[in-house]
């Protein structure tokens, strides 16, 4: 059972408009949320994370929300430019041991952003 | 340039035939990983290394081998690949015991196993 959930395989956006990926999770032991973005033919590239002790992280035209509670997470890009289209993965990982070798992965949403 | 690369990008072969795919950093970054991307299933762990001769088992590790005698190097093995192992592989490096903001990726090997 996948702990991480991206429920949406895609998404589709008119550009300058705000592009809202969300994300959901199971185990209550994640503390801490990362975005990661992946062009084709190219490698994920860290994008921007959240600790639990936070409910909003603001990076630029990027905003994680993250809603402890209800074990959601968003992503928000405002405005949407036609160069963020890529597939962006949620990824957790547990306790204060931030350490990649723990992470779980969502499996990834494709965001199009139409001129 | 800081840069994790790996080689072959793509490669098709067949059931048994062993195969490596080689991966390595620039960064001298003491963690390394391998991960595999399955439709619907998202980035799973196979193998990672802390340090030189330090390796353990990700999430996926059945039908692989690692190796890291090499700081800047960590080749994936398949002993006797099999169609289940048809998948985008990427290799991952971080400083440290991984920091997870920091992790570079190289570019994927997308292998066919027939």
């Known amino acids: 059972d996948q702990q991480v959930k991206q429920n949406s395989p895609s998404l589709s956006v008119q550009e300058g408009r705000i592009s809202i990926l969300n994300c959901d999770y199971t185990n209550s032991m994640f503390d801490y949320f990362l975005w990661y973005k992946k062009y084709p033919a190219e490698g994920p590239t860290f994008l921007i994370s959240?600790?639990?002790?936070?409910d909003k992280n603001e990076d630029g035209r990027f905003t994680v929300f993250l809603n402890k509670s209800a074990k959601h997470l968003s992503l928000h890009i405002v405005p949407s430019q036609p160069g963020d289209s890529a597939v962006y993965f949620c990824a957790a990982l547990p306790g204060l041991l931030l350490s990649a070798r723990q992470l779980t992965f969502g499996s990834g949403t494709q965001l199009t952003v139409l001129p | 340039e800081a840069q994790v690369t790996q080689n072959p990008r793509y490669l098709i072969t067949v059931t048994g035939k062993k195969l490596t795919v080689t991966c390595s950093q620039n960064m001298n970054h003491e963690y390394m990983s391998w991960y595999r991307q399955d439709p619907g299933l998202g980035l799973r762990q196979i193998y990672y290394s802390m340090n030189v001769e330090v390796t353990d088992k990700g999430d996926v590790p059945e039908g692989y081998k690692v190796s890291r005698k090499e700081k800047r190097n960590f080749p994936l093995i398949l002993e006797s690949p099999s169609p289940n192992q048809t998948s985008l592989y990427f290799c991952?490096?971080?400083?440290?015991?991984?920091?997870?903001?920091?992790?570079?990726f190289g570019p994927g090997t997308r292998l066919t196993v027939l």
């Open positions: 959240i600790s639990s002790i936070k």
């Open positions: 991952a490096s971080s400083r440290g015991s991984g920091a997870p903001n920091e992790q570079f």
